[in-house]
């Protein structure tokens, strides 16, 4: 079965980047491959990682690193 969303800290390890990075960047539009939802009430975000969206964006469909 694939799976059904990338995590923070699988992106960031696979990006070579901080997860706070990636959070930030979905929080902001700017990495094309993700939504950050900021929850009604709260001060908390959510956040979901496509993983086909990613590995395109990425150039690597295994998800493998280099």
């Not at 980047?17 to 950050?36: E, S, V």
């Not at 001060?43 to 990613?54: E, M």
């Amino acid at each position: 079965m694939d799976k059904q969303q990338i995590t923070i800290n699988e992106a960031a390890r696979i990006m070579g980047k901080a997860p706070h990075f990636i959070r930030l960047c979905l929080r902001d539009g700017t990495l094309p491959f993700g939504i950050a939802k900021l929850t009604p009430g709260s001060s908390r975000w959510n956040y979901y990682i496509s993983p086909k969206l990613f590995y395109e964006y990425v150039g690597n469909q295994k998800g493998e690193t280099a």
